[in-house]
């Protein structure tokens, strides 16, 4: 089991890159850069390149619609360059309340455009010349739609890699089943081991049967809060607010991806409650609805023959790399977190 872990910068980013050099050397596989709508994740990625040896580095995510489909494959191919080979691209569709609350940019086909998007990027990275006629992306751009000038081109420099990983943020049942036929990885949100199979094990088997071979075998990164200890169940309330959020708050009703994923795992009812909780604005009681035994489920929280039994239901599941949040209150906790995890997954 590999261990990664996404990037927190909110007390400064500077010292947040400081201690990615920490968790490296504990043991740390992979990092995480979120982008939202907080920073660009693309300086901090090749900032971080420069900081680290063997650490890959990963976009957590890159959302689909405000890059084109080329420009994704330069920013990829550009952190590959960096970083000597160590870049894994993630990407995702986000949300309504992202892209058209925040970029000002309609929401639509995140399947097939994801799709397409792949695609092109493969097609750069080849150093092709990029031809690409597709129900959403068309380049060179077809003369009626354009001026008529533009003309096929291929990438000017020569990739590290002309095969970058590409790892796609997906929870419904369509976007996961083109996750396991067309991408190296898949990055689920709020995994729950036990419930995983009933979720999205029919997608997954539909997908991984048109799976090309040559991607190898789907890469499963699952995100999880972290605290191995005797006396550490209070944590569990850090892990709370978050599940709240997203459940609650992130999209209206009838819109909220996150919201569905709780119905299906079987918590309609604490579904419907939280989110009613969170859009009145009563966050605190949002987060209190949340069910004890799905905060339990989604985190590694506990002693450490605890820890290593959830850790075993999370391989047995089929995840390969466990992205967590150390909860401590220091760099030298964190990093003992991360010691300590890395001891229990070898």
């Given amino acids: 089991m590999r261990i990664g872990m996404g990037l927190n910068y909110s007390g400064g980013f500077a010292e947040t890159a400081a201690e990615v050099a920490d968790l490296e050397r504990a043991g740390l596989d992979i990092i995480f850069v979120p982008e939202a ?8 990625l090749g900032y ?65 455009r994801t799709r397409e998007l792949v695609d092109i990027c493969r097609q750069v990275w080849r150093r092709e010349k990029v031809q690409y006629q597709g129900k959403y992306y068309q380049i060179p751009l077809p003369p009626e739609k354009g001026t008529g000038l533009g ?35 898949w990055e689920p949100i ?18 991984k049967a048109k799976r090309d071979p040559s991607l190898g075998d789907l890469q499963v990164y699952v995100g999880a ?34 919201n569905d994923l709780a119905v299906r795992y079987g918590y309609a009812k604490e579904a419907e409650t939280i989110q009613d909780l969170y859009l009145a604005g009563r966050k605190e009681e949002a987060a209190a609805a949340v069910p004890d035994d799905l905060v339990r489920a ?31 209150e220091d760099t030298a906790g964190r990093v003992r977190l991360i010691e300590q995890l890395r001891e229990i997954c070898n």
Avoid: C
């Avoid at 920073?39 to 901090?44: E, G, K, N, P």
């Avoid at 894994?88 to 929401?107: N, W």
């Avoid at 809060?225 to 999209?251: C, E, K, Q, S, T």
């Fill in 37 to 44: 709508y907080s920073f660009d994740a693309v300086s901090q």
């Fill in 48 to 112: 971080l390149a420069a900081k680290t040896e063997r650490l890959e580095l990963a976009s957590g995510i890159f959302q689909i619609y405000t890059r084109t489909p080329s420009l994704t494959a330069m920013t990829a191919a550009g952190l590959d360059y960096v970083s000597d080979g160590r870049f894994v691209l993630g990407i995702g569709a986000s949300g309504p309340q992202v892209i058209e609350g925040f970029h000002g940019v309609k929401y639509d086909a995140p399947l097939g």
């Fill in 151 to 185: 003309k096929p081109l291929k990438l000017i420099n020569h990739p590290v890699r002309e095969r970058i990983p590409v790892l796609i943020a997906a929870i419904g049942p369509k976007n996961v089943e083109m996750t396991a036929e067309i991408a190296e990885g």
């Fill in 190 to 207: 709020f995994f729950h081991p036990e419930k995983a199979a009933d979720v999205w094990g029919e997608s997954l088997a539909r997908g």
């Fill in 225 to 258: 809060a972290l605290a191995i200890g005797d006396n550490v169940d209070f944590l569990l309330d850090f892990v709370r607010p978050h599940l709240a959020l997203y459940i609650g708050g992130m999209g209206a009703k009838g819109k909220n991806f996150y």
């Fill in 298 to 328: 989604v985190s590694l929280i506990g002693p450490e023959s605890y820890v290593r039994e959830r850790v075993a239901a999370f391989a047995e599941a089929g995840v390969t790399t466990l992205t967590v949040t150390p909860i401590a």
